[in-house]
């Protein structure tokens, strides 16, 4: 019987992408609770060293599959040493972060796995014995519990949402051949360009601050960018502010662009349009700051001024300034 | 005149790949979703989402598909086959699809098929899609109803194709395939080759609206409407929604009373570093 919670990490340039730590901290808790090990699943070159660092986080046994192939990031590659291992020794409950790498991998391995996945967890339980794992549907305006009738069951986890637990276990790595054959093989990374301005990642910010229709025009955008200087946040936008043609699309939340789940999203001239609230609701708490009292992000806002932004956002950074010295 | 076939590269799937020249066999798999601006209300005994006076419409992220599929026909020759797993209020979507442009549809319609995981789904475009010709399969990177964003990386992998998920920039010159895709703080650029599936996320291009003589010859355009035993796949269940439950409730929120933008900024500040701690 498959037995087992796994999880397959996540490296880039050498280091953990954080998502990782959290999977393992999630893994631990329900291992813990079924009386099963950690195990985790890694890939890349030269990562073998790294395996040790996942015992921090409650993981038991680190299965390493090191290969220049396996660097940088393709889904052939990947998707077939997670396979092979997988197969191999079968574990109950296979975890991956909610990335862009976790979600292309995971989507593989739906079908080289022929197994069930659910994207984009922001709760997972055992019932049963077995995973049931809660996600957001239509963006978040309703939540479906997703129960496994094969396995591995597999779920990815949102960044973000599931803390980072030390519990100190083994990390004991053991190297395993990805068996990689060069003619599946069939995508190759050409390039990659980093992102050098500093810009945060809007999945992973622990502070958005947003900004809508309200902003009046691009120009007026280094208003929320000064104030998310200082508090250490991304921009977002919404939808009427994309579309206009304002903000590129990868800085959009919502039903249609990034659903994110930070600590504070801070939304500024967004009247919260029912699409628009599908991809920020889940943030644990939010700031709203528009003219009109009838907007309906009012509802959905812990703190909530009614004024113009035009004035308040530049105080607001003035005090936030002040505090943070 | 019956085109020449041509055999895929190794390991390739029972695809047949026909080619004159440069023109392409293209394939765009359509969804139809709730618009966005749909209330979702979930039915009390948690079974699914009330569905009544829901307006209909296909899922934003496979017209961009659907415009880079048609965009690419307008260049290279060749034509575009729309391909839909859905009941029959799906045909709408598909019709939407042939109003922009596409050659022709096929509608896979089974009631075992409906609310289906994205395994069960992707096996079925991939029965209705084996035996086509076919260059490249265009997919939206997830449907906004289910979000999972599964079915496309999971068709390629029935196929035995390549895929390139999350793509916002493609190039096609001869076989060759160069897209490119955004993940967390950067851009990366992916070279494959055809045939192959792209998922289109947003940014890759604006689709076109259906002209209104486009909307009249779509009514003629052929559709294949197929049930699963057609196609030859019985539904199994991987991953199932056993409940389904509205989003945990807020509490009411506090406005910040005055005049002063400098005192309700200053207050706000306060309140965000000693009551909600986030900051």
Redesign the interface.
Known sequence: MAKGVWIVAEVRDGAYRKVSFEIASAARKLADELGEEVCAVLCGSGVEAKAAELGKYGVDKVYVADNAALEPYTTDAHAAAVAKIVKEKQPAILLMGASVQGKDLSARLVGKLATGLATDCTALKIEGGKLVAVRPLYAGKCFGEVAFETSPAMATLRPNVFPIVENAKAGAAEKFDPALDAAQLKTKVAEIAKDTSGKIELTEANVIVSGGRGMKGPENFPLLEELAKVLGAAVGASRAAVDAGWRPSTDQVGQTGKTVSPNLYIACGISGAIQHLAGMSSSKFIVAVNKDPEAPIFQRADYGIIDDLFKVVPEMTAAAKKLMA | MELPIVGLP??GPALRVRRKEAAVNIIACVKQV?D?????K?KPDGSG?VEDGIKWVMN??DEFGVEEALKLKEKLGGDVTIVSVGPARAMETIRTALAMGAEKGIHIDDPSLNGA???TT?SALAAAIKGLPCDIIFCGQRA???????V???????LG??????V?KLEIAGTAV?AQ?????????????LP?VITAQ??LNEPRYASLPGIMKAKKKPVDVKNAAAIGVTAT???????????PA??P????QGDD??L???E??????EE?K??
């Open positions: 190794e390991g709730p966005t601006e749909t209330l979702i979930v989402i934003p992220y995981d994205a395994y992707a906004i109803d289910g979000d999972a964003g599964q496309g990386s999971v068709l390629a992998d029935m194709l390549p895929s390139v998920t999350l916002t160069k895709k955004a993940i967390e703080g950067a851009t990366v650029t992916i070279e494959t080759s192959c947003k940014g269940v991987k991953a199932k929604v056993a409940k389904t439950v509205p989003p807020r509490p929120g506090k406005i910040l933008p400098a309700k900024a200053q706000l500040m306060k309140l965000l570093r909600a986030v900051i």
